[in-house]
């Protein structure tokens, strides 16, 4: 199965800036997945992403809030913008495991100061 | 809304016990899985069960699936301490995503 690269793999930031967080995965994947793990919590879903196409976004979460870009079938990356305290948590990329189930990457766990 | 939710919350045995833990969901799935996670840190896949099975063993653990009841549950047999982790059932409606549960935290003491 696939082997994610995730990084950074945590950042603590200023309120207001943006954090870009890049996965790079060891093979050519069709579709990327970005997840959001708040503390203590479950994972929930932010959005798909297709190379060569505009990333498709869950309920609750905005192009402007959470910009994807997926380049090429074996890179993408999420950016957190304008960022609050409410942001802080653990983002994690996944993708297909070709055989069952998703592998994921180390993930990377944000603070929002 | 969450798709699954486990039971217990958390769950503290020492070496050498069983540890059960329990999912239920509530839409059709076409299949359902099982994740750990270690300290925060990445998922790792442990085992996927389809709908049409009823059971599936990998290593020490063993997943049972009832549909009729939309509920899971996974044992992991002869626990050790680095079974310590959070776990996760993880539905798959047939649209290529997961919905996660809230996780079962899992301690085991030497």
């Known amino acids: 199965s696939a082997v994610i690269s995730q990084k950074p793999s945590r950042d603590i930031c200023q309120r207001g800036t943006s954090l870009t967080i890049q996965c790079q995965v060891d093979?050519?994947?069709?579709?990327m997945f970005w997840y959001r793990q708040q503390p203590g919590q479950s994972l929930t879903l932010i959005a798909t992403?297709?190379?060569?196409?505009?990333?498709?976004?869950e309920s609750g979460f905005v192009i402007d809030k959470f910009p994807i870009s997926r380049p090429n079938l074996t890179f993408s990356t999420l950016t957190v913008s304008n960022m609050s305290p409410e942001d802080s948590s653990i983002y994690l990329c996944?993708?297909?495991?070709?055989?069952?189930?998703?592998?994921f990457g180390s993930g990377t766990r944000l603070t929002v100061v | 809304s969450q798709q699954g939710e486990e039971d217990p919350q958390a769950l503290s045995i020492q070496e050498g016990e069983n540890a059960t833990m329990n999912c239920s969901y509530k839409t059709s799935i076409n299949n359902l899985q099982w994740y750990r996670q270690n300290s925060g840190r990445g998922l790792v896949h442990l085992i996927l069960?389809?709908?049409?099975?009823r059971e599936k063993h990998s290593g020490r653990l063993r997943v049972t699936l009832d549909t009729s009841k939309k509920s899971s549950s996974l044992l992991i047999t002869a626990s050790r301490a680095a079974d310590t982790a959070s776990y996760f059932c993880?539905?798959?409606?047939?649209?290529?995503?997961?919905?996660f549960g809230k996780g079962t935290m899992l301690l085991v003491s030497p």
């Open positions: 993880a539905t798959d409606g047939g649209y290529s995503t997961l919905t």
């Open positions: 996944s993708v297909d495991r070709q055989g069952g189930g998703y592998t």
């Open positions: 992403a297709n190379q060569g196409s505009e990333a498709t976004y």
């Open positions: 093979s050519q994947v069709t579709m």
């Open positions: 069960i389809r709908s049409n099975e």
